[in-house]
């Protein structure tokens, strides 16, 4: 069965600073893997995903993410961070009954101080 | 401008009544989800639909009911049944095609009193 595992449940960084959300998963098919962001009180916005091809993907806001098979990780990164990027970040899976049935990780909420 | 409108934003309901939340969608989206979030725990599904008038249990479903007689809209009823309801129900659309990608409505606070 599909799961994934979000390492920390708060982060915390510098404004400048880099940014790591960490995500693993398991999946007993090859995984499409994805980045949701929610900002409070508000419904998720995808931030990237990995379906097949390149395993770094480039999503919106300076995002990325490298998908590392021999590691089942799907870590998130930003070079430097802004003020506008405290969120919550969630990582899914989609689940293995296919279409778009996402399972997604227990959330990292992210912290930027001056 | 396309997208998911969800009412109502914040509901309060006594013990033992049933509530309806609403999610309406513009996108020509055939698929649509209910996930409900608790703090600390992400997002669980709780029900989908593929298509009109068809509709699959998710994860947690249990407790509530919905229907699919429209492609724009796909409402939630929380039931007395669910023991706990008191969550952040979040509304999702998608095409039917599985490349994962959910466009959500903002969601909608249920406080049980």
């Known amino acids: 069965a599909q799961s994934v595992t979000q390492l920390g449940s708060h982060v915390s960084v510098s404004e400048g600073a880099l940014v790591l959300l960490r995500c693993n998963y398991s999946?007993?098919?090859?995984?499409?893997l994805f980045w949701y962001v929610q900002y409070p009180n508000q419904g998720l916005q995808l931030l990237l995903k990995?379906?097949?091809?390149?395993?770094l993907v480039k999503g919106i806001n300076g995002f990325e993410a490298e998908f590392k098979k021999s590691e089942t990780s799907f870590h998130l990164t930003k070079p430097s961070a802004h003020m506008s990027d405290a969120a919550e970040y969630f990582c899914?899976?989609?689940?293995?009954?296919?279409?778009?049935?996402?399972?997604f990780g227990a959330g990292t909420r992210l912290a930027v101080h001056p | 401008d396309g997208g998911i409108t969800q009412s109502p934003k914040y509901l309060f309901r006594k013990e033992g009544q049933n509530v309806t939340l609403s999610c309406e969608q513009n996108?020509?989206?055939?698929?649509m989800y209910w996930y409900r979030q608790d703090p600390g725990q992400g997002l669980r599904l709780i029900y989908y639909s593929q298509i009109v008038n068809d509709f699959q249990k998710g994860d947690i479903a249990e407790g509530y009911s919905v229907s699919r007689e429209k492609k724009e809209s796909f409402p939630l009823t929380v039931t007395s049944a669910q023991k706990n309801p008191t969550a952040f129900y979040l509304c999702a659309s998608s095409r039917a095609s599985g490349t994962g990608e959910l466009f959500f409505g903002e969601g909608s606070r249920l406080t049980v009193l």
């Open positions: 999946s007993s098919v090859p995984p499409y």
């Open positions: 996108l020509n989206h055939d698929a």
């Open positions: 990995y379906t097949t091809g390149a395993t």
């Open positions: 899914a899976v989609i689940h293995s009954g296919g279409y778009n049935k996402l399972i």
